[in-house]
């Protein structure tokens, strides 16, 4: 899923997004929340008539984003409270509000709040911000079936009675916590299932460890989410441990810094030696950044600053990774899978191209 | 022309413009001259290949540039000598260097180097830098012939061997200036005419006078191209003096600050009053923006600061301009010319709609 914090994909339109093949994409409930806020987006029709995209939508919570503003914030059982980043003003956010919200934004898929925690961190911080995780999810889902259940009596303006909401695995990178968090997660019950709290840091073998062990027991028919990754090298070495759904901003973050990827790793695209480079950025991609320009037009537009830099190169990568998930389908499909990873394995470095 | 200065117009991409039905974009010789460099460009096989462009392009001379570098310039007869805004490096742009550079570039028409002056500015000013555009010109068309005759023996990587070349017509407001210059500039002989030195601050009804004056000296046959002109209502009054071509920055630039044009006039979509309004910026208009996405839409990616604003107003104003030009021609096909002129004066106008 491209990210589109703020009701836009950063840097490309909806047309271009149509064209990359992108089937859904993932809103920020904490920054349409503050700005142009959830009610005036519900008086439009919803996130998808107030932006104009008639493909799925999935919103977060607006979690992790309050858990990033540090110093800005006070959590408690109730909920979390944080000044905006924007004004300073003073706003509370609880599991029923979240859902809530997102019921007004009218996303096809929400995301329940959930604590979120600085990491490394220990067992016992570790497993009391996942048991009020629990607590917070069994209190999101029981607001938002209420909802559901009389929209007309809720105060909410419901634009998606058709939403589906996710619960989120928490638990660190401890193997019972996960357990547990799955076992209460599972129970209380929703769509799917997310696994939460990866990608902060912690080294590939260990996130994949956890990914391994925490998909291992969850339903086998509901999709799988993991949140916030990753590197294309997780794409498919998560499918492998059983995910389905993957969102990362680093496609678009990185394109707008001047960061290509290629099947081979990154290119950094600023470099001096691409400047007469007539070549695309990876000859065998199929993008329209590829069909059409040189690495040396493409880095006179990044050095110039030139904001279709920031397109050109966001079509890329965007392309590169709904590129990489449909090869991965595709093998599946044809009993090729292992070969395809085996083969990424072999040529995909995290290291930069020269 | 949408002017696309540094080889790309401004917050679009080439597709876009393709959509939009630009048939021509400008490009500035004093911008790609610094960087990343004609000859870069040359060995890339010129303008068009390096940006990967296949329509016509227009490149300026560089003069108007360097002239807006103020006391970063020194003007003799020889040329200009100017210090770069990126690095303060020591330049010299003269007649003949202007021709070389923009035949590196491979441009479809190439302008000569012109003297232009501030204005208001009176007549002795203007007639000694009417006269120096004159010599300049001269020069400018010896050396492009010469090397277009033997472009092997030039030291110049000629690109585009079907350039054409315009002459250009200054003169200020004063009447018998513009005749003088038309008169030597068409005696020298180039593909087609310009008219410079207008748009910088004289009032429409004097700028309308010059441009009537001066376009009816001009040879029926060739295009007459009114440099860095104007607002849509210039358009229509302009093509009624005579005039073919325009280029201009308001439609890009202006975009990029929130003011998207209608048939009714500028509309400035960061107001509030815009918030929650459901309607396209111009209800009329058939652009993808209009198409898809609301005011209330445009303004928030606006407020947000997002890079998607730029775009989508941008191919909204550039479809005005771009549509307004079709207009006319269709209505001179069908002999309504002059309804629509009518038309224009009665609903367009400059002041912001509310």
Chains 1, 2 share one sequence.
């Not at 992108?22 to 700005?35: F, K, P, S, V, W």
């Not at 932006?51 to 977060?60: N, S, Y």
């Not at 096809?108 to 600085?118: F, K, N, R, T, Y």
Request: negative net charge; hydrophobic residues 40%.
């Amino acid at each position: 899923m491209p990210v589109g914090t703020r009701g836009a994909v950063k840097s490309v339109t909806h047309r271009d997004l149509v064209d990359l093949g992108a089937e859904i994409i993932l809103g920020n409930t904490y920054h349409l929340y503050l700005r142009p806020g959830d009610g005036l987006i519900a008086r439009a029709g919803g996130l998808h008539r107030f932006m104009g995209w008639d493909r799925p939508i999935l919103t977060d919570s607006g979690g992790y984003q309050i858990f990033s503003l540090a110093d800005r914030r006070r959590i408690s059982d109730d909920g979390a409270e944080f000044r905006s980043h924007l004004d300073g003003s003073l706003h509370m956010l609880t599991p029923e509000s979240a859902a809530e919200i997102q019921l007004q934004l009218g996303s096809d898929i929400a995301m329940v709040l959930d604590e979120c925690i600085a990491t490394p961190a220990d067992q016992d911080i570790t497993r009391m911000a996942m048991e009020r995780s629990i607590r917070w999810a069994r209190r999101a889902r029981a607001r938002w079936r209420q909802i559901l259940e009389d929209p007309g009596a809720s105060g909410v303006l419901v634009t998606n009675t058709g939403q589906a909401q996710f619960g989120i695995i928490q638990g660190g990178t401890h193997p019972a916590l996960r357990t547990e968090s799955a076992q209460a997660t599972i129970e209380i019950g929703f769509e799917a299932y997310a696994i939460g709290g990866l990608s902060v840091g912690e080294p590939p073998n260990v996130m994949y460890e956890v990914v391994a062990q925490t998909a291992a027991q969850l339903p086998d028919l509901a999709p799988r989410y993991l949140m916030g990754s990753g590197l294309p090298d997780d794409l498919v070495e998560c499918v492998a441990l059983g995910v389905d759904l993957f969102d990362c901003v680093l496609p678009t973050r990185n394109a707008r810094n001047g960061q290509l990827l290629t099947r081979h790793g990154p290119l950094s695209i600023k470099n001096a030696q691409y400047a007469e480079d007539p070549l695309p950025p990876d000859p065998e991609c199929g993008c329209y950044t590829c069909r059409h320009f040189s690495r040396a037009y493409l880095r006179h537009l990044y050095v110039a600053g030139e904001m279709t830099a920031a397109t050109l190169n966001t079509v890329h990568n965007l392309y590169f990774y709904l590129d990489t998930m449909k090869r991965i389908r595709e093998a599946i499909t044809f009993g090729s899978f292992e070969q395809l990873r085996l083969e990424f394995r072999q040529t995909f470095s995290r290291r930069p191209q020269h």
